[in-house]
C-alpha cells in the first residue's frame, strides 16, 4: 500500500463572472444566494504548492512569499477541511504565487483556492470529483468553486443546508467558443472593502438587494441560452446588465461600496463606443475593484487593446483567451 504523496502543486487561473455573485444565503458555509456564470482565462495563473509535514507546529502560509495572520488563518480552516477528510491532523506548508495584481479585483483568491483543492487533494491521495473539490473550493471563496472548471462555468446556487449542492459545473469548453478578454488595470493598489465584508453590508443595507437576487436566475437563463447558441449580442447585453445592476447594490449599500475610478468609467464609454459606433464585438464587466475586463470576439481584440490602452489612466493592458480548469502539476511520493 502506498502512503498519500503529503505533496503536491498545481495551477488555476482566475475566472470572470458575466452573471455576477454577489450575496450569501449563508456566510458560514459561504453559499451563494443565487448562481453565477463565468468564462476560465488563460494567460493568469496562480501556481500553489502545499506539503503536509509531521515536523510542522503550525500551517506555514506564503502568499506571493509573504506571511499574514489573517491570510494565514482563512488558508488553514480551508485547509482543515482536507485534513478532516483524509483524518490527519499534520500541519502544511503552501506556497501561492500569482503572476498578476493580487487583491485588486482580479480573482486571486477565486484561482488561489481552486489551485489550493486540487493540490491539497492529490497530496492526500483523496482522489475527489471534480464536483466535490468545487464544493470545498467555495469554502474558500466563493468563486473559486468556478476556477475547477474551464471554458464557461456555471455555478449552481443550490438549495441545502449543508451546501453540498451548491458547486460549479461547466457550460461549454473554451475551444467551443474561443472569445478574448481584454484587461485594463486601472490601479495596482489592493481594493478598499473586500468581497467577503462587501456583500454582507450589501445583503444588510442595499435597498436594491432583494430584487437584484431575484433576478439572477432570469439572467442566467438568457445567458446560458446565448453561451449554448454562440450569441455574442445576447451574451454582452445580459452580461452588461448582470454587472451594471451588482455595481448598483454596491453603490446603494450604506456606506456605499464605489469599486470604480475614473478611468474604469472612461473605460466603460469606450467599450460602448467601441460596440455601437465602430461595429465592434465586446462587452465589458467589472468586479470589486477598478479594472474592466473587455470580453471580445477573437478578431477583434487587437483593436480593443490598442483603443484601451489609449485610456487615460489605464496602466496596463492584458490579453487572454479562455482556459482550462485548476490541474495538478506535480506530486511525488514519499517512499512508503
Ligand atoms: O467569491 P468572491 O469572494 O471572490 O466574490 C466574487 C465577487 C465578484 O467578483 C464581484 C463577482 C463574481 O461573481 O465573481
Known amino acids: 500500500m502506498t502512503s498519500p504523496p503529503l505533496q503536491a502543486s498545481a495551477q488555476a487561473q482566475p475566472n470572470i463572472a458575466l452573471v455576477k455573485y454577489w450575496g450569501k444565503r449563508d456566510d458560514v458555509l459561504n453559499l451563494p444566494a443565487a448562481g453565477s456564470l463565468s468564462i476560465t482565462l488563460d494567460a493568469l495563473h496562480t501556481r500553489t504548492s502545499v506539503r503536509f509535514d509531521p515536523a510542522l507546529e503550525r500551517d506555514d502560509?506564503?502568499?506571493?512569499?509573504?506571511?499574514?495572520?489573517?491570510?494565514?488563518?482563512?488558508?488553514?480552516?480551508?485547509?482543515?477541511?482536507?485534513?478532516?477528510?483524509?483524518?490527519?491532523?499534520?500541519?502544511?506548508?503552501?506556497?501561492?504565487?500569482?503572476?498578476?495584481?493580487?487583491?485588486?479585483?482580479?480573482?486571486?483568491?477565486?484561482?488561489?483556492?481552486?489551485?489550493?483543492?486540487?493540490?491539497?487533494?492529490?497530496?492526500?491521495?483523496?482522489?475527489?470529483?471534480?464536483?466535490?473539490?468545487?464544493?470545498?473550493?467555495?469554502?474558500?471563496?466563493?468563486?473559486?468553486?468556478?476556477?475547477?472548471?474551464g471554458g464557461f462555468v456555471e455555478m449552481h446556487a443550490g438549495v441545502r443546508d449543508d451546501g453540498e449542492d451548491a458547486h460549479a459545473a461547466p457550460l461549454l469548453a473554451a475551444?467551443?467558443?474561443?472569445?478574448?478578454?481584454?484587461?485594463?488595470?486601472?490601479?495596482?493598489?489592493?481594493?478598499?472593502?473586500?468581497?467577503?465584508?462587501?456583500?454582507?453590508?450589501?445583503?444588510?443595507?442595499?435597498?436594491?438587494?432583494?430584487?437584484?437576487?431575484?433576478?439572477?436566475?432570469?439572467?442566467?437563463?438568457?445567458?446560458?441560452?446565448?453561451?449554448?447558441?454562440?450569441?455574442f449580442g445576447k451574451l454582452a447585453a445580459v452580461s452588461e446588465a448582470s454587472c451594471l445592476s451588482m455595481h448598483a447594490v454596491m453603490l446603494s449599500t450604506r456606506p456605499g461600496l464605489i469599486y470604480w475610478n475614473g478611468a474604469t468609467v472612461e473605460c466603460l464609454h469606450r467599450v460602448r463606443a467601441l460596440r455601437e459606433h465602430e461595429g465592434t464585438g465586446v462587452f465589458f464587466t467589472v468586479d470589486a475593484g477598478p479594472q474592466v475586463k473587455a470580453v471580445c470576439l477573437p478578431e477583434h481584440a487587437a483593436r480593443v487593446a490598442d483603443a484601451l490602452r489609449g485610456v487615460a489612466g489605464v496602466e496596463e493592458v492584458l490579453v487572454s483567451g479562455l482556459g482550462e480548469g485548476a490541474q495538478v502539476t506535480g506530486s511525488a511520493a514519499v517512499a512508503a
Open 61 to 149: 502560509i506564503a502568499l506571493n512569499g509573504r506571511r499574514d495572520d489573517a491570510h494565514g488563518r482563512r488558508v488553514g480552516a480551508f485547509l482543515d477541511l482536507f485534513r478532516a477528510r483524509a483524518g490527519i491532523a499534520m500541519r502544511a506548508r503552501v506556497a501561492s504565487d500569482n503572476d498578476f495584481p493580487t487583491g485588486a479585483g482580479l480573482a486571486s483568491s477565486a484561482a488561489g483556492f481552486a489551485a489550493l483543492a486540487v493540490a491539497a487533494d492529490r497530496a492526500l491521495d483523496l482522489r475527489m470529483p471534480a464536483r466535490q473539490l468545487s464544493v470545498l473550493a467555495r469554502r474558500g471563496s466563493g468563486s473559486a468553486a468556478r476556477s475547477i472548471f
Open 175 to 231: 475551444r467551443e467558443w474561443p472569445l478574448k478578454v481584454v484587461i485594463a488595470i486601472t490601479t495596482r493598489a489592493p481594493k478598499s472593502t473586500g468581497s467577503r465584508a462587501g456583500m454582507e453590508l450589501s445583503r444588510r443595507s442595499s435597498p436594491f438587494y432583494r430584487d437584484w437576487i431575484a433576478a439572477v436566475a432570469g439572467d442566467l437563463a438568457t445567458a446560458r441560452a446565448a453561451v449554448r447558441a454562440r450569441d
